[in-house]
Antibody, heavy 121, light 104 residues
């Protein structure tokens, strides 16, 4: 079945970096747009970044632009999120998610289970 | 685009009908989805295209609306329906979520 598994979360000091990965299985990875979405403790959902099929097109939320970088490796069915200059407000569960359909405009279908990032000194 | 969900919290009993609202700051056409999230779980897609049920979603869930005003209705609440619900606008380059409605 279609599955997304995130890894890489943990505790990191403000100003430091962390990299998250999401491995996909059960579908043709290169056919789908991939996203990162986060959720601060007790808060709502916040979209973070999106990368289109071959990795040439990507977009970011204003809150992370210039600090976070999304990338993908279609040969490894993996999408990653490099997070630099981390702030306390970046503390959240980070989910990777896939577009439901193959179009660029699509709701989110499969989601991973999430990985917790805590930014604290 | 800003999505405003109302009410913030909805208190109902099992068997009752729930009506959740999502209002957009500009027209979304039909690019509106609804998600359900339970504690400790990832969100689950319920409705997309404003009114199409996702695979495996019971028919007591229905969506309506277009443009700027959208509604998620749950006809007869089951115990497992008590959760947080989010509306979402999906575009090619960005996604926006509403702040959520807690159904208790």
């Amino acid at each position: 079945q279609e599955q997304l598994v995130e890894s890489g979360g943990g505790v990191v000091q403000p100003g430091r970096s962390l990299s998250l990965s999401c491995v996909a299985s059960g579908f043709t990875f290169s056919d789908y747009v991939m996203h990162w979405v986060r959720q601060a403790p007790g808060k709502g959902l916040e979209w973070v970044a999106v990368m289109w099929y071959d990795g040439t097109t990507k977009f970011y939320a204003d809150s992370v632009k210039g600090r976070f970088t999304i990338s993908r490796d279609n040969s490894k069915n993996t999408v990653s999120l490099q997070m630099n200059s981390l702030r306390a407000e970046d503390t959240a569960v980070y989910y990777c998610a896939r577009n439901l359909g193959r179009a660029t405009s699509s709701p989110l279908g499969p989601w991973g289970q999430g990985t917790l990032v805590t930014v604290s000194s | 685009i800003v999505l405003a969900q109302s009410p913030g919290t909805l208190s109902l009993a099992a068997g009752e009908r729930a009506t959740l609202s999502c209002r957009a700051s500009q027209s979304l056409s039909h690019f509106l989805a609804w998600y359900q999230q339970k504690p400790g779980q990832a969100p689950r897609l319920l409705i997309y295209g404003a009114s199409s049920r996702a695979a495996g979603i019971p028919d007591r869930f229905s969506g309506s609306g277009s443009g700027t005003d959208f509604t998620l209705s749950i006809s007869r609440l089951e115990p497992e329906d008590f959760a947080v619900y989010y509306c979402q606008h999906y575009g090619s380059s960005h996604i926006t979520f509403g702040q959520g409605t807690r159904l208790e």
